[in-house]
């Protein structure tokens, strides 16, 4: 191949990751408006909160999920080894009977609480489907990671794409793309 026909190609495809990483910025959804709930039904406001930390990492949260059951565990560890870095773990709850009933105020077997989502708002704002899906904002309320925690509904093999912790870890180290997604593994969520 040439040099003009190379540089042609080399050009177009920076140009190409300009573009997607400016149209994933551009689509960020603003959290500005978005109030979530505590179990004593105090209100927290999202940007407020995002603004707080280095990232922020939103899972929707399942009561009934078996794949939230087990990735509530790695949750736990990932805050454990993360949250000294800076990074919060949010898990919310935008499930119908969110509603009516009081969810539990953490994770089983974890520490990480759970606030509520009144009305799915946020949920229908990200356009979250699943238990588990995550959402990673940086301190300016970008989007920065989309998708699951891992690749694995059960047990955490050798071979386990470790998706989340993975973004988690480049970002830290101001080492990845613009905007990274993942397939997300879980139940469909009931939203209000």
């Known amino acids: 191949m040439?040099?003009?026909v190379l540089s042609r190609i080399l050009?177009?495809?920076?140009?190409?990751?300009?573009?997607?990483?400016?149209?994933?910025?551009?689509?960020?959804?603003s959290l500005a408006d978005i109030t979530l709930e505590k179990a004593g039904g105090e209100a927290v406001p999202l940007q407020k909160l995002v603004a707080a930390?280095?990232?922020?990492?939103?899972v929707f949260f399942s009561e009934t999920?078996?794949?939230?059951?087990?990735?509530?565990?790695?949750?736990?560890?990932?805050?454990?080894?993360?949250?000294?870095?800076?990074?919060?773990?949010v898990v919310v709850d935008s499930e119908r009977h969110a509603a009516d009933d009081a969810p539990p105020?953490?994770?089983?077997?974890?520490?990480?609480?759970?606030?509520?989502?009144?009305?799915?708002?946020?949920?229908?704002?990200?356009?979250?489907?699943y238990a588990t899906e995550s959402f990673v904002f940086?301190?300016?309320?970008?989007?920065?990671y989309r998708g699951g925690i891992d690749d694995q509904r059960k047990y955490l093999g050798p071979n386990a794409k470790t998706h989340l912790r993975?973004?988690?870890?480049?970002?830290?180290?101001?080492?990845?793309?613009?905007?990274?997604?993942?397939?997300?593994?879980?139940?469909?969520?009931?939203?209000?």
């Not at 920076?14 to 994933?24: E, R």
């Not at 930390?53 to 939103?58: A, G, M, P, S």
């Not at 087990?70 to 993360?82: S, T």
């Open 166 to 192: 993975d973004a988690l870890v480049h970002l830290l180290e101001n080492d990845a793309p613009a905007y990274v997604t993942a397939k997300a593994l879980g139940c469909a969520l009931r939203l209000m």
């Open 65 to 89: 999920c078996p794949c939230f059951a087990v990735h509530g565990e790695r949750l736990r560890d990932l805050a454990r080894e993360l949250s000294p870095k800076g990074v919060d773990f």
């Open 2 to 4: 040439s040099p003009p």
């Open 105 to 129: 105020a953490t994770v089983h077997g974890t520490e990480l609480a759970i606030l509520r989502d009144p009305g799915g708002r946020l949920a229908r704002r990200l356009g979250a489907q």
């Open 53 to 58: 930390h280095r990232l922020t990492v939103i």
């Open 138 to 144: 940086d301190t300016g309320g970008r989007l920065r």
């Open 11 to 29: 050009a177009a495809a920076s140009v190409t990751v300009a573009l997607t990483a400016w149209a994933a910025e551009s689509q960020a959804p």
